[in-house]
C-alpha cells in the first residue's frame, strides 16, 4: 500500500520561499507517477501545481517561480516556490498513481494528507 506524507508548509510573507517535501512509502522507486496539487480557500477541486516527468508540468500561474524534483531512489519529490503570491495560499497535497494518464485530479488515486501554506501580506 503506497502511502504519501508531505511536510514544510507553514506561513511566509508575500515575495518569499518555500520548499516542500513528500516521500512515498511502498512505492517501488521511479514507477508510476507523482505531482503536487493545490486546493486554494473556498475551492473543491485540487489543481496541479507540478509534475514532474519527461515534460514536467507547471501552470502558467507558477511557471517559473515553482521548482519540482523527483528523486527516484529515495522515492521522495520536492517542491521549490519562491517568489510566492497571496494567491499560492492553500492546501498542498503530493499525489501519486501507479499509471501515468495525465495531469489532472483524476488521474491521481493516492494523496498525502495535505500541508497548508499560507501566504501574507
Known amino acids: 500500500q503506497v502511502q504519501l506524507v508531505e511536510s514544510g508548509g507553514g506561513s511566509v510573507q508575500v515575495g518569499g520561499s518555500m520548499r516542500l517535501s513528500c516521500v512515498a512509502s511502498?512505492?517501488?522507486?521511479?514507477?508510476?507517477?507523482m505531482g503536487w496539487f493545490r486546493q486554494a480557500p473556498g475551492n473543491e477541486r485540487r489543481e496541479a501545481v507540478a509534475i514532474p516527468g519527461g515534460y514536467t508540468y507547471y501552470p502558467d500561474s507558477v511557471k517559473g517561480r515553482f521548482y519540482v524534483s523527483r528523486d527516484n531512489a529515495k522515492n521522495t519529490m520536492s517542491l521549490e516556490m519562491n517568489t510566492l503570491k497571496p494567491e499560492d495560499t492553500g492546501v498542498y497535497y503530493c499525489?501519486?498513481?501507479?499509471?501515468?494518464?495525465?495531469w489532472g485530479e483524476g488521474d491521481f488515486h493516492i494523496w498525502g494528507q495535505g500541508t497548508q501554506v499560507t501566504v501574507s501580506s
Open positions: 499525489a501519486a498513481d501507479l499509471q501515468c494518464t495525465g
Open positions: 511502498g512505492l517501488q522507486g521511479g514507477t508510476g507517477c
